[in-house]
């Protein structure tokens, strides 16, 4: 026979306000099996918890209900203490009377009826409750970084000096990301390369980094601990081990045209090259889209001259299967470009960048060698307009989120210029300044009051080009929505961070959710902000929302205590709430397997002593069921359960609110 | 038309009428001015197009009156180029129609207002008659609602010459058919 | 040969006549029947949204109604203000219930939003290029400014053009024609069209502006695809010209009118010789350096 001990808190006053808890716990003793029932102030604190213990043992309850808050809050908490006092914790259940009744009904009897029925129905669900213990999975101690960027690399090196192994991979041909593309860094204006180049120097001579660059992820298969990854490492068409980075290929290269990406397009580079003179590895690839001998089948120059003979252009692409047991994504962002502004001119004006071009040529290593020269004719600006909120923060362009970074760059290019051009002439376009961070508005002051920034309140309507001026239409709304028209020799536009174009994709390979903005998806944003809902796979820097360098390298490390956390056990420990199959009337159809949507079904096959064949069945895969039960809905043959939540334990909470009123007393 | 009368508090803020009868949502306005950084007409208006949404945002029976009351409304051409600027898509020159009419509803027009509102009444009186414009028509009634007696008298001799205006106005069969539509329509407009 | 709907409006039967002229000429040489509809009445203008929103709907779709009635699917309608108005009509009509039982009723005809009206750069495009190209025989060597103004743009949801901010449509079509298109920066800028008379002064600002571009870019004429553009920017120039520190000259032409020309008609019959600002100097320009091909 059941004995089931009712528990019914008053959450302080967030339930007992609209709710007569009392009443409740008077009903409930009257339900059948119920041996025990109580109501207090606090359930969740200590005095409270010992309730539950000794009730437990004095009256040798066989199942537990406690009626509070959301079991998201305190499922956990109740469980241990039921655990604790030698019950099994699974034998615990929790009646949401906070957020299910009390914080949304007015003070009525009905609310106090509804919260008896809440209880009803839970009772009727814990004497079907089986005792369930916790699944142990085995953990490959390896770590997976995506992307080289300086979230990636911050991640890498944690995880690696913790004492672990870490796989980096890295689509183009160097590490570094945007950061190596930077000038000089806000709050601070220390040199980006100069802080960023010591830290990929060593990630590629740790000894626990494995690095591939020019690489890609194929394929994701396994769960939590037990990753299977296939890499697509990308012909670099040269020997890295024999090549000794002397350069001559690219020296002799005839095919030098090629916009230069980390410049962004602001200078060129050769078929075969090396992205940048600090890249790490510094050793060149070809660019075969580019390149006159994967193009006509002539040329190979380079190969001639090398003297390493380390050109191999016959090398192929070659997939890398690696075993691992975490993944840490830190794909990075994109911006968007001036072609996307129709009223500043499709892109059809040179002198119109954005902030990424800007920072090359502020860049003592950019095209310019750090002097700030307009890209249509050369010649130095006098005049700078920076937009702030260029594509951001505008619903009608489809982006209606505010990018974080902008503000604080906008100021720093301002004071970069105004650094390089005492006597020029800056305006800021601005909405807000969006500040907020240690030392941040102090920086933007700065510029304003010690660099002469002029900054003005309004969105440019439109840009238009005049006798190799550009000519700036904004407003200020400071001073009664005065138009204001400011000739200028360059704009940059502060554009719009945006998701990767190839995110969707590798978020699907990854099976983790993204934003509608493709933006990959933390799984609290408030308690877990570098966790995916995806056990094992995790998030760092901008691939989750546009960020600044501390706050990606922070988030980096969380991940990395993460996974350093998750890599300090031998096994995982999942909670048992997953499904699980009867072989004995499972079909074999798999129509489960179709739609599970973590790919946590495999066939199994059922065989005699004498290894004939009796049928092949579904077989869930404990380490990546995470208990969603949409094979249990689909399933013909009723084969499939989940546990803790079986197809008898509901019909046991529906039949009950069918019954209703028999026990009412109200 | 302007009526010097004390302030007569609004029933309802325009904001609300503005969302319940043509739908616009003025607070979605959030005070960029890209507007007003665009509009051919902002330098000559009273009010430039965000101003006059942020009055309208504060719901204040005063700040309603103030836009009534106000020039620009009269100014806005209907060009559409905040409209399609406007990064929060706020069709402006919709709202813009709407705060004319009813600005003519509560007699609150702007003194300065009365021309053009004049000449829109004599271009529709010429429709109303014929069925179409009647240009010599309308500049007629138009010179005499206002008196400006002089204006544009350089144009007209020459338009003459060049074959550009006609002395007798063209009647079309279906006048009645735009009589009847022009008396409910007007009806209509009062009633509400 | 094709049949289209045609709806001059008020402008082509007076101030605009040589847009109506050369349109018709096109028309008759690419062999397309401009059928105008039965007793239409003017589409209310800019008069009639400003005062009464009904009056704004009903009576641009009484002539969509007439379209409807004489089988009519598409109606040519070459003033962009009017054109705006119809659309704005159709679509009104079609996405409000409110208006779709309300306009019948005052209009006393049925309508569905059947007949689509079309712009001149719409109607170039779709029917009379294609069957005049090979007769486009004049090489216009001269630069053209293709002013697009307000209403060919604008609002996005009636504008049938791309790029609206830096559309080339025009462009294309002059470039067909023979003649060379600038890049200017006034192209969707607005005239000030409606405030034509009661604010002149305004007007002359604003057309200063968009004048004062071409010109300095070389522009040796202004191609307009619109009566009210056109009235401002040529019949105002006096206006305007005060606006400016000497007196700018270039004529404002109808893209018809140029059409026509590469076609080899005789300007007169094009209506040259109705415009305020002369424009024998730049017709003589274009003899002297027209080459025959
Ligand atoms: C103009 C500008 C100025 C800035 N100035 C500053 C500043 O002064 N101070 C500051 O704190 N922040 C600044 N930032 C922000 C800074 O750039 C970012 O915070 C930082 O780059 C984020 O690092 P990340 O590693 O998350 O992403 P990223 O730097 O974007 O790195 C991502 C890496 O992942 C790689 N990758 C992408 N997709 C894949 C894939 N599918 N497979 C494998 N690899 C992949 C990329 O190639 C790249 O190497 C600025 C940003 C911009 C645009
Ligand atoms: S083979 Fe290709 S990469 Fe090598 S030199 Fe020729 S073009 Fe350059
Ligand atoms: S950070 Fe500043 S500039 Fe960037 S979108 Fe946000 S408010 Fe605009
Ligand atoms: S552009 Fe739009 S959001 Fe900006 S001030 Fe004008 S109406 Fe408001
Ligand atoms: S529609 Fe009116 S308010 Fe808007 S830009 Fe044009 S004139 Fe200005």
């Known amino acids: 026979m059941a004995r089931i001990g009712v528990f019914v808190c008053h959450c302080g006053e967030n339930i007992s306000s609209t709710v007569d808890c009392a009443k409740v716990a008077e009903i409930a003793s009257n339900y059948p099996g119920v041996v025990y029932s109580i109501d207090y102030k606090y359930m969740c604190s200590d005095p409270g918890q010992n309730l539950i213990k000794e009730a437990i043992q004095k009256h040798k309850l066989t199942g537990v209900v406690v009626a509070a808050c959301s079991p998201r809050m305190h499922e956990p908490t109740f469980r241990k203490a039921t655990a604790e006092a030698g019950l099994n914790p699974f034998l615990c259940e929790m009646a949401n009377l906070r957020e299910h009744c009390s914080w949304v009904h007015f003070r009525e009897d009905s609310t106090t009826e509804k919260a008896a029925e809440l209880v009803r129905v839970l009772v009727e669900k814990v004497k079907h409750n089986e005792e369930l213990f916790p699944i142990k999975v085995p953990i490959t101690k390896t770590a997976l970084v995506i992307g080289g960027g300086i979230g990636g690399i911050q991640a890498a090196l944690d995880i690696a000096n913790s004492g672990h192994k870490v796989i980096m991979v890295e689509k183009n041909p160097s590490i570094g990301g945007k950061m190596a593309q930077l000038s000089e860094t806000f709050p601070t204006l220390d040199c980006s390369q100069c802080i960023l180049t010591p830290r990929m120097v060593e990630v590629a001579q740790h000894p626990n980094i494995t690095l591939y660059t020019y690489a890609e992820i194929e394929s994701v298969d396994g769960f939590i601990g037990n990753f299977k990854v296939t890499i697509r490492q990308k012909a670099k068409s040269v020997d890295h081990k024999a090549c000794t980075g002397c350069g001559l290929c690219i020296e002799k290269c005839p095919i030098k045209k090629i916009p230069d990406e980390f410049n962004a397009g602001l200078g060129n580079r050769a078929a075969i090259y090396v992205p940048f003179p600090q890249a790490v590895p510094n050793k060149p690839v070809i660019d075969r889209n580019n390149c006159t001998y994967f193009l006509k089948g002539k040329c190979g120059l380079c190969k001639k001259v090398c003297p390493a003979d380390a050109i191999h252009y016959e090398q192929e692409d070659e997939l890398i299967k690696v075993d691992v047991g975490a993944i840490v994504a830190a794909t990075g962002f994109d911006i968007k470009h001036s072609d996307f502004f129709p009223e500043y001119g499709y892109g059809k004006y040179a002198d119109v960048i954005d902030g990424l071009q800007f920072e090359r040529l502020a860049s003592a290593s950019g095209p310019t060698l750090g002097v700030l020269k307009r890209p249509s004719d050369g010649k130095e600006p006098e005049s700078i307009v920076f937009i702030a909120c260029a594509g951001s923060r505008d619903p009608a362009k489809g982006i209606p989120y505010c990018s974080k970074i902008c503000c604080m760059y906008t100021a720093k290019h301002a004071m970069l210029f105004k650094h ?134 922070s988030q980096a490390s969380g991940t990395a205590a993460k996974v350093v956390a998750l890599f300090s056990q031998d096994e995982l420990t999942r909670e048992p709430l997953i499904a699980y199959v009867n072989n004995n009337t499972c079909v074999g159809c798999f129509l489960c397997q179709s739609v599970c949507p973590y790919l946590a079904i495999e066939k199994e096959e059922i065989r005699r002593r004498d290894g004939t064949l009796v049928k092949t069945v579904a077989k869930i895969n404990p380490g990546l069921c995470q208990g969603c039960g949409t094979c249990v809905a689909l399933c013909r043959s009723k084969s499939i359960d989940i546990h803790g939540y079986t197809n008898r334990q509901i019909y046991a909470e529906v039949s009950a609110l069918f019954n209703r009123r028999e026990y009412a007393g109200v | 038309m302007e009526t010097k009368s004390k302030i007569e508090p609004l029933a309802q803020p325009l904001k609300e009428k503005i969302l319940n009868e043509i739908n616009e949502l003025v607070m979605k306005c959030y005070q960029c001015g890209k507007c007003a950084a665009g509009c051919p007409l902002s330098g000559e208006m009273d009010y430039t197009p965000n101003q006059i949404l942020r009055l309208l945002q504060i719901g204040d029976p005063l700040c309603d009156d103030e836009v009534l009351r106000s020039m620009g409304i009269w100014l806005c051409l209907t060009c559409d180029t905040c409209h399609s600027r406007c990064p929060q898509e706020v069709d402006f020159p919709h709202i813009m129609d709407f705060l004319r009419s009813e600005s003519i509803k509560r007699r609150k027009v702007h003194p300065k207002a009365k021309e053009i509102i004049a000449f829109h009444r004599s271009f529709l009186e010429s429709i109303e008659k014929t069925g179409r414009l009647h240009e010599v028509g309308l500049i007629a009634s138009y010179k005499l609602k206002t008196f400006n007696l002089l204006q544009d008298v350089d144009l007209a001799p020459k338009m003459f010459v060049k074959g550009k205006l006609e002395i007798f106005p063209h009647r079309i069969k279906g006048k009645e058919a735009i009589a009847r539509i022009f008396e409910k329509a007007m009806k209509e407009a009062e009633n509400d | 040969m094709t049949k289209i709907g045609y709806f001059p409006g ?125 007769k486009l025989y004049n090489k216009l060597n001269a630069k053209f400014a293709c002013y697009y103004g307000c209403l060919l743009t604008r609002p996005e949801h009636l504008s049938t053009i791309e790029r609206r901010e830096d559309p080339l449509v025009m462009e294309k079509i002059i470039y067909l024609s023979g003649g060379m298109p600038i890049d200017w920066a006034f192209k969707v800028e607005c005239c000030g069209a409606g405030l034509s008379v009661v604010r002149t002064d305004i007007v002359g600002k604003l057309c200063a502006k968009i004048l004062d571009d071409a010109q300095s870019r070389g522009a040796d004429a202004i191609i307009v695809a619109c009566p009210m553009c056109h009235s401002n920017l040529d019949m105002r120039r006096n206006e305007i010209n005060k606006n400016l520190s000497t007196d700018n000259e270039i004529p404002v032409v109808y893209i018809t009118q140029i059409i026509g020309l590469a076609l080899g008609i005789d300007p007169k019959k094009l209506g040259f010789d109705k415009h305020f600002v002369p424009t024998d100097k730049f017709l003589h320009k274009l003899q002297k350096q027209t080459v025959e091909v």
């Open chain 1, 420 to 553: 390089k051009n005492h006597h020029g002439k800056a305006t800021v376009f601005y909405m807000d300044i969006r500040a907020g961070g240690k030392m941040y508005d102090e920086f933007v002051r700065r510029a304003i009051e010690e660099d002469d920034v002029n900054y003005i309140r309004g969105r440019v309507s439109r840009i238009y080009e005049k006798n190799g001026k550009l000519i700036v239409c904004g407003v200020d709304t400071l001073l009664n929505s005065r138009p204001v028209e400011i000739e200028a020799d360059m704009v940059v536009l502060a554009t719009a961070a945006i998701a990767n174009s190839d995110s969707e994709e590798l978020a699907q390979k990854l099976h983790i959710s993204y934003d509608p903005y493709h933006f990959f998806s933390e799984a609290h944003p408030k308690l877990r902000p570098v966790e995916t809902n995806t056990a094992g796979i995790m998030l760092a820097g901008a691939c989750q929302a546009p960020k600044d360098i501390p706050d990606t390298v």
């Open chain 3, 10 to 134: 008020c402008s082509l039967n007076g101030t605009a006549k040589e847009y109506d002229l050369s349109l018709q000429a096109i028309a008759r040489i690419a062999d397309i029947e401009l059928v105008e509809l039965d007793d239409w009445n003017c589409c209310g203008a800019t008069a009639a949204h400003s005062l009464n929103s009904t009056l704004a709907v009903a009576l641009p779709a009484r002539n969509l109604a007439i379209a409807e009635k004489m089988g009519l699917d598409e109606i040519l309608v070459p003033c962009a203000a009017c054109f705006s108005r119809l659309a704005q009509a159709r679509y009104e009509i079609k996405s409000d219930e409110k208006y779709r039982t309300k306009i019948p009723q005052l209009i006393e005809m049925e309508i569905k939003g059947t007949a689509n009206p079309i712009t001149v750069l719409d109607f170039l495009n779709k029917y009379a290029l294609d069957k005049i190209k090979d």
